[in-house]
């Protein structure tokens, strides 16, 4: 595991969305809350270009982060983080207390390697289809990886590779897979051209019927009135 990004946070004592507001706008600031390990919740305040600069990085958002309180520093990890809808601005970030000794469950990047040089591409003609881009692992913080490599060099047309395919690293888990076959599910395959460029079509179709439908229901709606 990499070294540890850290945070420089203040605790906040000026609650409520009327203070929020106002730190957002005033004093370049984005209100949050850290909680957990039993202890209570405290709202804080970090200023928006750090937090920025960090949201930036694949690691923010899965690994252990230091964030330091004045005197006090801990660790935590991300568990929300709200963006404006229209502009580049971060609105609040929530942050989890974790205990060294305790597991987690944290979403992780997967890493897809060799997608242009598997069997099912090079050799087939095929083209790689992802179903997920992350998954949910339990761990000890200390065994958490920055992110999972899916090696896809052997996948030929057709085929697909499912979560009990992935290769975890040591004392690694993936909480789905405890649940039953039923929860094995595709993480990547290779599929036909042409069955790609079919998929695309119904899903177009679908949306110029959906349009159609409404339309007539807007017109038949005018004429009652």
């Given at each position: 595991?990499?070294?540890r990004m850290e945070l ?8 409520g ?5 106002r ?7 984005v209100?949050?809350?850290?909680y957990g390990?039993?202890k ?5 305040t ?5 937090l920025h600069?960090a ?8 690994q252990?982060l230091t964030?330091?309180t004045?005197s006090?520093?801990?660790?935590v990890?991300?568990k929300?983080?709200?963006?404006h809808?229209?502009?580049?601005r971060l609105?609040?970030?929530d942050?989890?207390?974790?205990r ?5 469950t944290?979403e ?12 099912g ?6 083209v790689?289809?992802r ?12 065994d958490l990886p920055?992110?999972?490599e899916v ?14 395919d992935i ?8 909480p ?5 076959d ?8 290779v ?12 899903a177009?179709?679908s ?10 229901a807007?017109?038949e709606g005018g004429d009652e009135?």
């Amino acid at each position: 595991m990499s070294d540890r990004m850290e945070l420089t946070a203040e605790v906040r004592i000026d609650v409520g969305k009327g203070a929020s507001r106002r730190l957002r706008r005033n004093a370049d600031l984005v209100p949050g809350v850290v909680y957990g390990a039993g202890k209570e919740a405290v709202s804080i305040t970090i200023p928006h270009k750090e937090l920025h600069k960090a949201s930036e990085s694949e690691s923010f958002y899965s690994q252990i982060l230091t964030l330091k309180t004045g005197s006090e520093s801990e660790p935590v990890i991300l568990k929300d983080l709200q963006r404006h809808p229209a502009r580049d601005r971060l609105m609040h970030a929530d942050f989890y207390r974790i205990r060294m000794d305790q597991k987690i469950t944290v979403e992780i990047q997967l890493h897809f390697l060799n997608e242009e040089n598997c069997v099912g591409v090079k050799q087939e003609g095929g083209v790689v289809s992802r179903t997920m881009t992350s998954v949910e692992v339990n761990c000890l913080p200390t065994d958490l990886p920055e992110f999972i490599e899916v090696d896809i060099a052997a996948l030929t047309l057709g085929s697909a590779l499912h979560l009990s395919d992935i290769v975890l690293p040591e004392n690694v888990e993936i909480p789905a897979l405890a649940l039953g076959d039923d929860h094995d599910n595709v993480v990547v395959s290779v599929q036909a051209v042409r069955a790609t460029l079919e998929d695309d079509e119904v899903a177009e179709k679908s949306d110029e019927s959906e349009t159609g439908d409404a339309d007539t229901a807007e017109g038949e709606g005018g004429d009652e009135s």
